[in-house]
Nanobody
């Protein structure tokens, strides 16, 4: 079993930046590929970014490409999401997810474990 705990969310003005963290435990972190998703009330969960086990490959949703950066520190069992140039449309609960395999991609069905999420609110 893998436990995922997100942190770093909050309220930020449009144009600002935030860095989200997701700490993993319960399994060797370097054996997990990781992803970030986001969800707003009444809407479907959407893919944001993914990273493979070594951190050598990343993939982004078009809506965040060039503004968000996913990275990981396997020594700290943590994956990050650096978000910049935020706009109100980025407001959502951001969830961290893990897949027990080399790469998980954008399909949420491939992910085996999920965190509880952290709220990000961007004011205009």
């Amino acid at each position: 079993q893998v436990q995922l705990v997100e942190s770093g969310g909050g309220l930020v003005q449009a144009g600002g930046s935030l860095r989200l963290s997701c700490a993993a435990s319960g399994r060797t972190f370097s054996n997990l590929s990781m992803g970030w998703f986001r969800q707003t009330p009444g809407k479907e969960r959407k893919f944001v970014a993914a990273i493979n086990r070594s951190g050598s490959f990343t993939y982004y949703a078009d809506s965040v490409k060039g503004r968000f950066t996913i990275s990981r520190d396997n020594a700290k069992n943590t994956v990050y999401l650096q978000m910049s140039s935020l706009n109100p449309e980025d407001t959502a609960v951001y969830l961290c997810a893990a897949h027990a395999g080399p790469y998980s991609g954008s399909s949420q069905q491939r992910y085996d474990y999920w965190g509880q999420g952290t709220q990000v609110t961007v004011s205009s």
